[in-house]
């Protein structure tokens, strides 16, 4: 079918710029703004709900939510310190949100006057995050969300001409935002769109591939993801003929694909996590904490995610003053641990495209290289692991990549499938690296 804003390639960018995206693999994501005060709390009362949804969920009068700014002060925010943990947690590029959906804008627009320079803190937090991140070696993505519940001409759905009027308003201030946003940040790699899902933005596909080609003018080799984009016929992520719109797929929230589908490597993708089952504002009340992920868990996303081909982006929910909860410091610190020893088989991998699926953990391979890495991540049971390689294929050796570094030698049980002794390794996540060679 012929479209006028469908997708504009059918195969994955292979510029530089996209290669060092899909080489990260891991990255962070960053939730912060007015939400992180009330924390999830509303006049005494948990509501158990994401804590950035607090003002729909509590049924906050904007006006009254928009005093929050008066009181965001942020006197702990210290951009380095947040950088210098990220860097320490392994990850190789953020996303931060500039404005979610509340309207709260952590730079100071021009063309709003809700924003963190209007408040006592009196920061651009952005410009302090992208230089502090670059400092670091961080690349630097930025959030925008569409859906704004602050701005007057901001529409769900288009039932009038004065609807259509007042949301033509509404997308060029996000449009002059959005070109705002690139003109004082040109070092960032990419834009992270979010609340595109109402029929309101969804019957302005045009717009959406305006926005993409604006910033990339903008920004050459600037990195957009597929939310962004609605087609002619308000189809999203992919048009209305399946190709994928943007540059890579990021509808992934929260879920990840089935270990097993290697239909997802075609494209670049990207799965976003919280840490917390369901918040990605900071939510300081149990129903949030009890629900924490451990490091092993989010490790095996990581694994999970390299395993076939995608990007995996943690996020942390500052709180309210600007400081990283303790708890989310020590995961990122666990996870970086565990990167620095084993990030052979993360960074630069992808899907080991001859190798099933094993079971117990993921196999990872980096493009155009004999070298297989198996994570494993699942202990077996028997403490035996067995390993089913390609056909024609023998295991020769597994060496331990973390410290002390382990060779096992592998027992073969029948053509093409062999099994490693674990012995009484410690049962934390382990990888090898697997020496293999044609069989005779
Ligand atoms: C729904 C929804 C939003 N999408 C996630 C990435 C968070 O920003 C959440 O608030």
Known sequence: MELNYGASRQQPRQDAAMQRFREHRFGQFVHWGLY????????????????????????????????????FSAEAFDADAWAAL???????YATFTTKH???????????TDFHSGNTPAARDFIGELVAAYQRHGIDVYLYYSVLDWHHPDWRYRLESAEDQQAFKRYLDFA??????????????????FDGTWDESVKANGR??????????????????????????????????NGSLMGDYESGYERRLPDPWDRSVCEQDW????????????????????????SAAELIDMIAHCTSLSGNFLLNFGPRGDGSIDPEDAALAEQIGNWLAQNGAAIYGKGVATNWSYPGWGYYTQEADS??????????????????????GE??????????????LNPQELETSLFELELGNSSEETLVFELTTAAAE
Not at 86 to 92: D, E, I, T, Y
Request: some cysteine.
């Open 270 to 293: 990207e799965a976003c996590m919280t840490i917390p089952q369901a918040s990605w504002g900071y939510h300081a009340g149990p129903w949030a904490k009890r629900t924490r992920k």
């Open 370 to 391: 004999e070298t297989v890495y198996a994570v494993v991540t699942k202990w077996p049971t028997a403490r035996r692991l067995r390993l089913q390689l390609p056909a």
């Open 207 to 240: 717009w959406t591939w305006e926005v993409e080609q604006r910033l990339k003018e903008l920004i050459p080799g600037l990195i957009v993801s597929s939310r962004l984009r609605a087609d002619d016929l308000g189809a999203r992520h992919r048009d209305s």
């Open 86 to 92: 990220a860097a320490r947690s392994g990850v190789k």
């Open 394 to 407: 023998r295991l020769l050796a597994a060496t331990l990549l973390r410290e002390p570094a382990l060779q």
């Open 101 to 111: 959906h509340d309207g709260f804008c952590l730079w100071p627009s021009q063309y």
């Open 175 to 192: 449009m002059n935002q959005l070109v705002e946003l690139a003109q004082r940040y040109p070092s960032v790699k990419g834009f992270w």
């Open 36 to 71: 992180a005060m009330p924390a999830g709390y509303w006049q005494g009362t948990e509501y158990r709900f994401a804590a950035e949804f607090l003002q729909k969920t509590a049924n906050i009068p904007e006006p009254e939510w928009a005093e929050l700014a008066q009181q």
